[in-house]
Structures are given as structure tokens and as C-alpha cells.
């Protein structure tokens, strides 16, 4: 067993064991309540090809790969 210790201590513990499960049960549901309102910033911020950006508090990841889609349409 891993001793958890220093000052996230708890968080580390919290999310390890009580919602890092949830957050994975429930991918398809955040996505599907998330993907329509990062559509709509990525549309308004005029997201383009050739462009860079930053994704923070990137949610489930959705929006991330949706960006990269946007800024590297030819990307592999």
C-alpha cells in the first residue's frame, strides 16, 4: 500500500479513490453536457488553422483533441 502523505494529502486520497472512479463512470455523460458549450467558445473565439492555443481545465479531454482538430486540420 502507498502511504499518501505532504499537504494535498487528502485531495491525492479523495480523487484517487472517490472521484476519479465517478469522473470515469460518468465520461459519456460530462462529454455530452460539455462538448456543446466548447463548441460555442471555439466557434466565437474564431479558432483557426495554424493557430496556437491552450486548453486549461480541459475537462475530460474532448475539447483538447476538438482544438487540435481545429488549429492542425492535416495533423496525424
Excluded: F
Excluded at 60 to 67: E, H, N, P
Excluded at 68 to 73: E, I, L, N
Aim: charged share 20%; aromatic share 4%.
Amino acid at each position: 500500500m502507498i502511504t499518501i502523505s505532504g499537504p494535498n494529502a487528502d485531495q491525492i486520497q479523495y480523487w484517487n479513490e472517490v472521484a476519479g472512479p465517478k469522473w470515469v463512470a460518468l465520461h459519456d455523460v460530462i462529454s455530452a453536457q460539455i462538448r456543446p458549450l466548447g463548441a460555442l467558445a471555439m466557434d466565437r473565439a474564431g479558432i483557426a488553422a495554424g493557430e496556437r492555443v491552450l486548453d486549461v481545465g480541459c475537462g475530460i479531454g474532448d475539447t483538447t483533441l476538438d482544438l487540435g482538430r481545429r488549429v492542425a486540420p492535416r495533423a496525424p
